[in-house]
């Protein structure tokens, strides 16, 4: 293979891996964010279920403000009946007792439900923090990891660019601009191979024998005509001849 096609090679593939470094280091801040609004929608579940807790035992309370208030209507009553002169007046203080009973009766039944409820509340905020404190420790371990990548990231763009520079150095200027050229409509990718039954690896069209069998040299620059992308060739590996038995 000419050595200025071997260098397009090794360019594009450090061009690709500049490309991928930039994507996953301009991804960076995105995927930390998301992360932590994971982390802050869990948060943010323990916090709600805590102000249901907190609501309903307020509504618990004042329940119980009303029975005790209910208790001592009935408590007071009970005690004027033994006061009693009348069968009216008894008969009119019974009635007062069903009614302060019966109050009290539906305040204490609001008690006992908002109790239920408390209780199966506290049971949503164990799991809430459980999943709270789950989710906590996996996206410490993911920016950890992030921050890992990120770091490998910046080393491998470096090198690359380093390499790049160097072997551009080496390319012959209108080479070069024919491949930045290409590069640049073609999504990047400015080389690529062509098939071992004639077509462009990359747009797949089916290249003219003539210039089919120009590529399969690899020893000058011959573009796709129709992505224009500069096509190389690997000949099939050939076969393995088993290694003669030496006999003496
Ligand atoms: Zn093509």
Do not use: W
């Not at 039944?109 to 164990?126: F, P, S, Y």
């Amino acid at each position: 293979m000419s050595p200025d096609l071997e260098r397009l090679i090794k360019l594009q593939h450090l061009d690709t891996r500049i490309d991928e470094a930039k994507r996953t280091i301009a991804s960076q801040p995105e995927r930390v964010a998301a992360a932590d609004a994971r982390l802050s929608a869990a948060k943010q579940a323990v916090d709600t279920a805590k102000q249901r807790l907190k609501d309903s035992q307020d509504a618990r309370r004042a329940a119980e403000k009303d029975a005790a208030v209910y208790q001592g209507r009935l408590d007071k009553f009970k005690d004027q009946l033994s006061a009693v002169k009348t069968n009216r007046e008894y008969q009119a203080m019974q009635h007062e007792i069903a009614t302060a009973q019966q109050e009290l009766g539906a305040a204490e039944e609001k008690v006992l439900e908002r109790m239920m409820e408390g209780d199966a509340i506290a049971a949503e905020i164990k799991q809430a923090d459980a999943i709270h404190a789950t989710r906590q420790k996996e996206v410490e371990a993911e920016k950890k990891a992030l921050s890992t990548e990120l770091t490998a990231t910046e080393q491998s763009l470096k090198e690359s660019t380093s390499a790049r520079a160097a072997l551009v150095g080496e390319l012959p200027k209108p080479l070069l601009a024919l491949f930045e050229q290409v590069a640049r409509v073609r999504k990047g990718v400015a080389i690529c191979m062509a098939t071992r039954d004639g077509l462009c690896s990359v747009c797949h069209v089916r290249l003219r024998p003539p210039v089919f069998q120009q590529v399969r040299q690899n020893d000058a620059i011959v573009q796709c005509e129709v992505c224009n992308r500069i096509l190389y060739y690997i000949p099939p590996p050939q076969p393995v001849t088993p290694p003669t038995t030496v006999t003496s």
